[in-house]
């Protein structure tokens, strides 16, 4: 059983598009995030969710966009896609707001 | 600001030759460090969390510390399948974001 699942797991698309990425938990957790990972791989959070509130908001362009329906979902979506994008995305959940965090599989995003 | 730096950037290991790798912490009131696995095309794994100076925890052939500026992870006797990338996080304060290291990239040779 997938614990963090994340769909899809490449995405390919030009500039200018707009695309989403799915997440999903079943650990039961009340805190989901968006971590974005550059080609250095250095691991940077840019949106927390807990119980469907948004929580953390970093300096991220307001063309990327979470959505979280549920506790147990949450999705990414990003308008105008940008060169600069390219990297790979993951979600991640805790059990609050504190604690160890489990991640997914990730999401590489590139953008021709 | 807080802040992480790990050390070394790249560590290649004899398959049973015992090393460390460092994790510095700067950040005001630790609420907590972590310890992640993270394999090529994966999710970093998680492995420990420590919360105070003096704690220690083990997994195998892995043993974290922690003092008040600094996390080692020990590896004994390592084996090929502990190549990895280690990443070291703490947890802030004011927001409780986890702030990563830039991780060890660590190979073991058979």
């Known amino acids: 059983d997938t614990a963090v699942s994340q769909t899809p797991k490449y995405l390919v698309t030009q500039m200018g598009n707009d695309k989403s990425i799915k997440c999903e938990q079943n650990l039961g957790h009340d805190t989901m995030y968006w971590y974005k990972q550059d080609s250095k791989k250095f691991l940077k959070i840019m949106f927390s969710y807990n119980n469907k509130e948004l929580i953390i908001n970093e300096t991220v362009p307001n063309r990327f966009s979470p959505k979280s329906p549920d506790k147990a979902h949450l999705n990414l979506h990003i308008n105008s896609l940008e060169l600069g994008d390219s990297a790979v995305y993951f979600c991640?959940?805790?059990?609050?707001?504190?604690?160890?965090?489990?991640f997914g599989p990730g999401t590489r995003l590139t953008v021709t | 600001e807080d802040q992480v730096t790990q050390s070394p950037e790249a560590l290649r290991l004899q398959e049973g030759e015992s090393s460390s790798l460092n994790c510095s912490y700067t950040v005001s009131g630790l609420r907590g460090l972590f310890w992640y696995r993270q394999d090529p095309g994966k999710g970093p794994e998680f492995l420990f969390t420590?919360?105070?100076a003096g704690e220690e925890k083990e997994k195998e052939r892995l043993k974290a510390t922690l003092t008040k500026k600094e996390s080692f992870l020990h590896i004994t006797a390592p084996k090929p399948e502990d190549s990895a990338t280690y990443l070291c996080?703490?947890?802030?304060?004011?927001?409780?974001?986890?702030?990563f290291g830039t991780g060890t990239r660590l190979q073991v040779f058979p």
């Open positions: 991640a959940s805790s059990p609050g707001l504190r604690g160890e965090q489990y």
């Open positions: 996080a703490v947890q802030a304060p004011n927001t409780d974001k986890l702030i």
């Open positions: 420590l919360y105070s």
